[in-house]
């Protein structure tokens, strides 16, 4: 048996309720509303026999019947009787059937200030509005229930269309295929969607970053290996300048050293990704921090004819983990060597509001395409990959500067300059 949609059980939850409130109003409403139209309507007989009454009042029997039948004979539609007391009929008119004065309808009984007692009944309009009124309630009721339905109908449809385009749309998701934004709704189910959408467009954000990461990863794996293998084959075979096994021998070794270390940093980029990181914020001074990382890329700078000059001041302080942000300086210090031309200058200075400090990094003379700017933070890009190879880089350092600046929730930014390739990042003040 199919299962009921949530359109059917919200539309009759909400139909049931509905009819029931209806009920019970009808069931609580209707005496009150009866006796309030029987009293109107012996209201309106009192009125209307007034007159009569006014001329019977003090009257004696004889005077009763003569004035009673004048004013029957000129008002044929008027329907009463007069008892005595001890319920004798003295008058009735030629319409007043027995029995009318305990008829259950409409009916007015008015004294006359002496032993008699005038009975007035409206026969026609007894039946005819107690006809009229049963129809005219029915029509009301099944007017109530039709709005009822009628609004269950809407309140089910209104409700449920968001959910059943959501859940179209996870099925969707679940396959990865597109999923076209909806409307924005203010309420609870509009947050839900939002939500769902947002995540699922991280989500896919996120695989097709792994995605590329990994075909990455294997490719920058696959190649050192391969030629490693090839070295490793030609020397067992003893092939021509292969049987030199201590050269090659160190070549196979080189190319494990920079395997190894591609490893480290792809197992660092992973719990970068996976938040496994934990800060250790503490106050630090920046020039101490920087002087202590400068002498490892020195030496290489020297042999390049680079000069490095650094302007931070020495009372410069601020607020940071000291692990992590001596390894974002040495990436992006590291980093500015490699591409700075031989014989250029890279500079280091700081900028000061007052809520942060902004360190800059500044390779002079170099360039670099606006369109290769925005892919240097992905990994294994590469501006100049034959040159980058060769030199042993990966062109993992970035990518691991961006997600340790991430980590550390500060701001950062790379930049063509006229004077070169500037970067820059945030540290907060102490």
């Known amino acids: 048996m199919k299962k009921r949609g949530i359109f059917f059980k919200v539309f009759t939850y909400t139909a049931i309720f509905l009819l029931i409130v209806v009920c019970v109003t009808i069931a609580l ?28 009042i003090g009257r004696n029997e004889e005077d009763l019947t003569r004035i009673a039948g004048e004013f029957s004979d000129f008002n044929r539609s008027f329907v009463f009787s007069i008892r005595d007391s001890m319920g004798n009929v003295v008058f009735f008119t030629p319409g007043m059937d027995v029995g009318d004065e305990n008829f259950g309808g409409h009916r007015a009984i008015m004294s006359l200030g002496t032993e008699h007692t005038l009975f007035a009944v409206n026969q026609t309009a007894d039946r005819a509005n107690y006809a009229g009124l049963i129809q005219r309630s029915l029509f009301a009721i099944a007017g109530m229930l039709a709005v009822a339905l009628l609004g269950a109908y809407i309140f089910a449809r209104q409700m449920t269309n968001p959910i059943k385009r959501l859940a179209n749309d996870t099925k969707k998701m679940t396959l990865l295929e597109d999923v076209a934004t909806l409307p924005r709704r203010h309420d609870e189910i509009g947050s839900l969607t939002h939500d769902v959408h947002l995540m699922y467009k991280k989500l896919r954000e996120t695989i097709e970053a792994q995605q590329y990461f990994f075909s990455a990863a294997s490719h920058e794996l696959k190649t050192p290996i391969a030629a490693t293998s090839v070295l490793l084959e030609g020397m067992l075979e003893n092939i021509g300048d292969y049987k030199n096994h201590p050269k090659y021998l160190r070549e196979c070794l080189k190319m494990m050293d920079h395997q190894n270390k591609t490893i480290s940093e792809i197992l660092e980029l992973v719990n970068l990704n996976d938040g496994k990181i934990v800060l250790h914020q503490e106050k630090l001074n920046l020039h101490e921090i920087i002087i202590s990382v400068l002498p490892n890329y020195q030496m290489l700078a020297d042999a390049n004819g680079q000069s490095i000059i650094m302007e931070i001041p020495e009372e410069l302080v601020g607020f940071a983990d000291e692990d992590m942000l001596k390894k974002v300086l040495s990436n992006v210090i590291l980093n500015a060597v490699q591409n700075t031309e031989a014989g250029g200058e890279i500079r280091l200075w700081s900028e000061t509001s007052a809520s942060r400090h902004r360190i800059c990094v500044l390779n002079t003379g170099a360039f670099i395409a606006g369109q290769d700017i925005a892919k240097l933070f992905d990994p294994f890009y590469r501006v100049d990959k034959v040159r980058n190879q060769k030199d042993g880089r990966n062109g993992l350092g970035l990518t691991i500067v961006r997600k340790t600046l991430e980590a550390m929730g500060a701001d950062f930014g790379l930049v063509q300059t006229e004077q070169g390739v500037l970067f820059w990042f945030d540290v907060c003040r102490a």
């Not at 409403?29 to 019977?56: C, D, G, I, M, P």
């Open 29 to 56: 409403f209707s005496q009150q509303f009866l006796a309030f139209y029987n009293t109107n309507q012996r209201q309106q007989l009192y009125t209307s026999y007034s007159a009569l009454h006014e001329q019977l």
